[in-house]
């Protein structure tokens, strides 16, 4: 037994995870996680879909396999790992889509002023500034004008404006809401001018 001990190697699976139980060896662990390692890394890419994101769910799941092994009683090693392992991607995706749909929400809630276009600005088409929308920015206080840029322009969230023009963020939102305002005004008058 002492040459297997030195040789974990030549070891079956079942006797290296009682050794491992016994023992706590990590490196006992690594000899019969080595075993499999391709067929974790296969399950992670059939899953994840990157492989960089399956390398690093391979380390992952060794670290859980240190914990979860002692708690389990394992008939057959490889399918149990396999079963860890789809478990372990299918949380990970969960989690991933879960903070993407925060992440969206969030800069829903950031972005979205007002459902209804109130002027030129909020249609893509428009991005450019043309007049009379360019004639009617060059109208606006200077705070507003820019404000407005920043947001539409550059793309740039409430927060980030008041960072770089050191107001508050609630001074951003009433500046570009108040900019908006009298760009609307300001346009119709030039459109009515121009029909009259």
Same mark, same amino acid.
């Given at each position: 037994?002492?040459?297997?001990?030195?040789?974990?190697? @030549?070891?079956?699976? $079942?006797?290296?995870?009682?050794?491992?139980?016994?023992?706590?060896?990590? !490196?006992?662990?690594?000899?019969?996680?080595?075993? +499999?390692?391709?067929?974790?890394?296969?399950?992670?890419?059939? +899953?994840?879909?990157?492989?960089?994101?399956?390398?690093?769910?391979?380390?992952?799941?060794?670290?859980?396999?240190?914990?979860?092994?002692?708690? =389990?009683?394992?008939?057959?090693?490889?399918?149990?790992? =396999?079963?860890?392992?789809?478990?372990?991607?299918?949380?990970?995706?969960?989690?991933?889509?879960? !903070?993407?749909?925060?992440?969206?929400?969030? *800069?829903?809630?950031?972005?979205? /002023?007002?459902?209804?276009?109130?002027?030129?600005?909020?249609? $893509?088409?428009?991005?450019?500034?043309?007049?009379?929308?360019?004639?009617?920015?060059?109208?606006?206080?200077?705070?507003?004008?820019?404000?407005? $840029?920043?947001?539409? +322009?550059?793309?740039?969230?409430?927060? /980030?404006?008041?960072?770089?023009?050191?107001?508050? /963020?609630?001074?951003?939102? *009433?500046?570009?809401?108040?900019? @908006?305002?009298?760009? @609307?005004?300001?346009?119709?008058?030039? /459109?009515?001018?121009? =029909?009259?």
């Amino acid at each position: 037994m002492l040459f297997s001990k030195n040789k974990p190697e @030549k070891e079956s699976d $079942e006797e290296l995870i009682q050794r491992f139980c016994k023992e706590n060896d990590l !490196e006992v662990l690594g000899v019969l996680y080595n075993r +499999y390692m391709h067929l974790v890394y296969g399950v992670c890419l059939k +899953y994840l879909k990157n492989r960089e994101e399956s390398q690093d769910a391979v380390m992952q799941i060794f670290e859980v396999l240190i914990l979860e092994v002692p708690k =389990h009683e394992i008939r057959v090693f490889k399918n149990w790992l =396999h079963g860890v392992s789809r478990n372990f991607c299918l949380m990970k995706i969960r989690k991933n889509s879960s !903070e993407k749909i925060k992440k969206d929400n969030f *800069s829903k809630t950031i972005f979205m /002023e007002n459902t209804n276009p109130l002027h030129p600005l909020d249609t $893509e088409e428009n991005v450019n500034l043309t007049s009379p929308l360019k004639k009617c920015m060059e109208q606006l206080k200077a705070i507003q004008k820019q404000s407005i $840029e920043l947001f539409y +322009y550059d793309h740039k969230c409430y927060k /980030e404006i008041s960072e770089e023009l050191c107001i508050e /963020e609630k001074k951003v939102k *009433s500046f570009i809401q108040n900019g @908006k305002r009298n760009l @609307k005004i300001c346009i119709e008058q030039k /459109e009515k001018v121009h =029909h009259d």
